[in-house]
């Protein structure tokens, strides 16, 4: 069992950033891939990034194509939490932000793969 908890959403300028936080239960965080999802008003929600789990040194990631190049995922599993920092924010980044956990070892978009969920923070980007 992983328990998920967000934190760091807020309101901020457009063009402004963020670092949301997602800290982890449990002793098993490294061999989690971590996703970041997110919600906006009225619409599904969507993928956003993700990070693989553990290999060493070597980590990979995945952005969608709406936020590559603005945002970054990174992991501490010393201090059981992934990150994503939100750079150039813009008022369609708005939206509930989660984090969740997934066993499966290639990194994946699919909601359905993701086995554990966090209850998401507020992200608001002003115009």
């Known amino acids: 069992q992983v328990q998920l908890v967000e934190s760091g959403g807020g309101l901020v300028q457009a063009g402004g950033s963020l670092r949301l936080s997602c800290a982890a239960s449990?002793?098993?965080?490294?061999?989690?891939?971590m996703g970041w999802f997110r919600q906006a008003p009225g619409k599904e929600r969507e993928f956003v990034a993700t990070?693989?789990?553990?290999?060493?040194?070597?980590?990979?990631?995945d952005y969608a194509d709406s936020v590559k190049g603005r945002f970054t995922i990174s992991r501490d599993n010393a201090k059981n939490t992934v990150y994503l920092q939100m750079n150039s924010l813009k008022p369609e980044d708005t939206a509930v932000y989660y984090c969740a956990a997934s066993g499966i070892v290639k990194l994946t978009r699919e909601e359905d793969a993701y086995d554990y969920w966090g209850q998401g923070t507020q992200v608001t980007v002003s115009s």
């Open positions: 449990g002793r098993t965080f490294s061999s989690y891939q």
């Open positions: 990070i693989s789990r553990s290999g060493g040194y070597v980590y990979y990631a």
